[in-house]
């Protein structure tokens, strides 16, 4: 089973990538990822905290 995650940008930046689709992120942004989502890939130079719920 899956559980939803959100991602929190506290260092830096990068890209998030998702069925073709590019999301910038910046320091202080947080993407929330759906339980249901397709694989994620980043690209960046990031401290990333994986907050689960």
């Not at 890209?15 to 929330?32: A, Y």
């Not at 759906?34 to 719920?53: M, R, T, V, Y």
Request: glycine share 10%; net charge negative.
């Amino acid at each position: 089973m899956l559980w939803p995650y959100s991602l929190l940008c506290v260092d830096g930046c990068g890209v998030l990538f998702c069925d073709g689709v590019m999301i910038p992120f910046f320091k202080g942004d947080c993407n929330f990822v759906p339980a249901d989502s397709i694989p994620l890939k980043l690209h960046g130079k990031a401290q990333i905290l994986n907050i689960s719920c």
